[in-house]
T-cell receptor, first 112, second 114 residues
Framework: DAKTTQPPSMDCAEGRAANLPCNHSTISGNEYVYWYRQIHSQGPQYIIHGLKNNETNEMASLIITEDRKSSTLILPHATLRDTAVYYCIVRAFYNQGGKLIFGQGTELSVKP | DGGITQSPKYLFRKEGQNVTLSCEQNLNHDAMYWYRQDPGQGLRLIYYSQIVNDFQKGDIAEGYSVSREKKESFPLTVTSAQKNPTAFYLC?????????????FGPGTRLTVL
């Protein structure tokens, strides 16, 4: 699975959009981009994933560049409860046997 | 509500004792996983199971054992052979959808060896 690079920390004002970047320049054609977050002392929470098209769900939007070498997770209206470590993971489909490799992630602090 | 449950949330054990962590899912997922997380570290895969009565070792299986007798359940036993068992243990499950398999996690069990 391709490596990812994320900034170690970011701040965001409550109610504003949080834009979390991720670089994955060595991504291959069959690899998906996943985003998870982990609030302290809880299990990771799945947010969204995509292959090459932009995706949106009730939690967030995922914007993937045309060359697929980077992506941005957007939380449209951040709240204090969005404070967490956000992980960008690139992974191929291994027919259920593949592990998830969590890097260091981005620690997002949402401030009032 | 569909989801993954892990129990207990906190577990204490004495050195030399085996202990079993529970993981149950009602999502009808075929695959289940156990990960370990140490402070400030990423997740490491212990064991995974793609189907009932079958499981494979992950990256750090030594000192652990699992069983998969039912689709819903994937208990993990931390044996006395595990040299440093104090950690946060996470169970996950997945099923193929939209051409890939998204893993969903339980709330975790924090194990402390006294």
């Amino acid at each position: 699975d391709a490596k990812t690079t994320q900034p170690p920390s970011m701040d965001c004002a409550e109610g504003r959009a949080a834009n979390l970047p991720c670089n994955h320049s060595t991504i291959s054609g069959n690899e998906y981009v996943y985003w998870y977050r982990q609030i302290h002392s809880q299990g990771p929470q799945y947010i969204i994933h995509g292959l090459k098209n932009n995706e949106t769900n009730e939690m967030a939007s995922l914007i993937i560049t045309e060359d697929r070498k980077s992506s941005t997770l957007i939380l449209p209206h951040a709240t204090l409860r969005d404070t967490a470590v956000y992980y960008c993971i690139v992974r191929a489909f291994y027919n259920q046997g593949g592990k998830l490799i969590f890097g260091q992630g981005t620690e997002l602090s949402v401030k009032p | 509500d569909g989801g993954i449950t892990q129990s207990p949330k906190y577990l204490f054990r004495k050195e030399g004792q085996n202990v079993t962590l529970s993981c149950e899912q009602n999502l009808n997922h075929d695959a289940m996983y156990w990960y370990r997380q140490d402070p400030g570290q990423g997740l490491r895969l212990i064991y995974y199971s793609q189907i009932v009565n079958d499981f494979q070792k992950g990256d750090i299986a030594e000192g652990y054992s699992v069983s998969r007798e039912k689709k819903e359940s994937f208990p993990l036993t931390v044996t006395s052979a595990q040299k440093n068992p104090t950690a946060f243990y996470l169970c996950a499950s997945s099923t193929p959808e939209r051409g890939t398999d998204t893993q969903y996690f339980g709330p975790g069990t924090r194990l402390t060896v006294l």
